[in-house]
């Protein structure tokens, strides 16, 4: 049977040739670590899309011809989970960072299926159209990227309110998070998943707070400082 998505959690990222960025998430969802539900779209689902002829190419640009077809491809052919709550979608691919993901979606209506779809697709050039990750849109009160080293002596929050970094201590096994607003001690205790997860190498992720729970959406390998977290 063709695999035409992995879902967060399932474990078989690493064995489809996805990028590292979501091999991570795959991974750490398996792990337990709070990451929002969703699935990776891989290239085959693509590659049936175009011999079903539900997309096609015109002067190099995508179209999906028939929406109703896409979403009974998606949900019946492929058999992808229906997420019932706002979606996100983006690509899976740190050349294509610069994209931002598209929010709000509803992926079980067609036509903002389609149109998602079409976005994504067409942002890449033909024949080389990374994996597209389909997630819960998390209600967000706090967001921000941090970065754990092993060899520094703080782990380092990035904020709207703290631009240049917020110093927060990393948390051994045993202890407690700090004195600091909730959103920061639920932070803290993620970094720390992280490093249990993952190892202790220098580590950037990016986060997001929901007034409960402190939402791992993104991770990569990094060096001291941090840049945007997109695969």
């Not at 899309?49 to 949900?75: D, F, R, S, V, W």
């Not at 024949?127 to 990750?133: A, F, G």
């Not at 993952?198 to 390998?221: E, H, N, V």
Request: glycine residues 6%; aromatic residues 6%.
């Amino acid at each position: 049977m063709k695999l035409y998505f992995v879902w967060l959690g399932s474990g078989r990222a690493r064995r489809q040739g996805i990028g590292r960025g979501g091999i991570l998430l795959d991974e750490a969802s398996r792990a337990g670590l709070p990451v929002p539900q969703g699935g990776i779209l891989l290239n085959t689902f693509w590659q049936l899309a175009l011999k079903t002829k539900t997309a096609e190419y015109h002067n190099n640009q995508l179209h999906i011809t028939h929406p109703n077809q896409l979403h009974h491809l998606l949900y019946d052919i492929a058999r992808f989970p229906r997420i019932d709550t706002p979606a996100i979608m983006r690509l899976l691919n740190l050349t294509h960072s610069h994209i931002p993901p598209l929010t709000n979606l509803t992926p079980d209506n067609p036509e903002s299926l389609a149109h998602a779809i079409t976005t994504l697709w067409t942002a890449t050039p033909p024949l080389t159209h990374p994996d597209i990750l389909i997630q819960t849109q998390i209600n967000a009160r706090h967001t921000g990227t941090a970065v754990t080293h092993p060899e520094q002596s703080h782990d380092l929050a990035y904020t709207p309110d703290h631009p240049d970094g917020l110093p927060l201590r990393p948390l051994r096994a045993w202890q407690f998070a700090d004195k600091l607003p909730d959103h920061l001690r639920r932070l803290q205790l993620l970094l720390r998943g992280v490093r249990r997860t993952f190892g202790k190498q220098p580590w950037q992720i990016s986060w997001q707070d929901d007034g409960r729970i402190c939402w791992l959406t993104a991770i990569q390998p990094t060096t001291v400082g941090t840049t945007a977290v997109s695969d």
